[in-house]
């Protein structure tokens, strides 16, 4: 048995949380997207999970696995999905308020070119996008953390309810 530690998932490599898949490659270029909590309720991403564990069960039950193009059909359109809901600006929008916008704007630019490459981003109503290239030895993982923890920490102060965005 080797004492090398194995790879490390958070920069490279296939995991999930259970809502959406992750793919992450070491040097890697990604789109995300981060949301303010109570946007997307549970069950409306229950509803968009049996809807793509329903199709995916048609497909096993003609005994026919999907194939690599109808996966990443199906992971599109569940991702389409998600992104239309969100555009609709449901639940609180703090992101709205020019002074909460502008607390996420300053985080995402705060170690751009030193932690990562922010190649592109914009500031929704209720949620974020992003596209951002980390640099070794950061992990999206870490830089994902970073935004959400210190926008949720700074927007709070600036309500007057405690609400976490993030």
Same mark, same amino acid.
């Given at each position: 048995?080797?004492?090398?530690?194995?790879?490390? /998932?958070?920069?490279?490599? =296939?995991?999930?949380?259970?809502?959406?898949?992750?793919?992450?490659?070491?040097?890697? #270029?990604?789109?995300? #997207?981060?949301?303010?909590?109570? &946007?997307? !309720?549970?069950?409306?991403?229950?509803? =968009? %999970?049996?809807?793509?564990?329903?199709?995916?069960? /048609?497909?096993?039950? $003609?005994?026919?696995?999907? #194939?690599?193009?109808?996966?990443?059909?199906?992971?599109?359109?569940?991702?389409?999905?998600?992104?239309?809901?969100?555009?609709?600006?449901?639940?609180?929008?703090?992101?709205?308020?020019? $002074?909460? $916008?502008?607390?996420? #704007?300053?985080?995402?630019?705060? =170690?751009?070119?030193?932690?990562?490459?922010?190649?592109?981003?914009?500031?929704?109503?209720?949620?974020?996008?992003?596209?951002?290239?980390?640099? !070794? !030895?950061? &992990?999206?993982?870490?830089?994902? /953390?970073?935004?959400?923890? =210190? &926008?949720? /920490?700074?927007?709070? %102060?600036?309500?007057?309810? %405690?609400?976490?965005?993030?």
């Amino acid at each position: 048995m080797s004492d090398e530690p194995g790879p490390n /998932h958070l920069a490279a490599g =296939f995991h999930s949380r259970g809502v959406l898949p992750h793919l992450k490659r070491e040097g890697g #270029t990604y789109f995300v #997207t981060f949301r303010q909590a109570g &946007t997307l !309720p549970r069950e409306v991403l229950l509803r =968009f %999970k049996q809807e793509r564990e329903a199709i995916i069960g /048609h497909a096993l039950a $003609a005994r026919r696995p999907l #194939t690599w193009h109808e996966q990443e059909d199906l992971f599109r359109w569940y991702s389409d999905r998600v992104d239309r809901y969100l555009d609709c600006s449901h639940g609180d929008c703090h992101l709205r308020r020019p $002074a909460c $916008a502008d607390v996420v #704007t300053g985080a995402l630019k705060f =170690f751009d070119r030193e932690r990562y490459e922010l190649r592109s981003w914009v500031v929704m109503p209720n949620h974020v996008h992003a596209v951002v290239q980390p640099k !070794p !030895p950061h &992990t999206l993982s870490e830089i994902l /953390h970073s935004w959400k923890s =210190f &926008t949720a /920490h700074e927007i709070n %102060k600036l309500l007057s309810e %405690k609400v976490v965005p993030f």
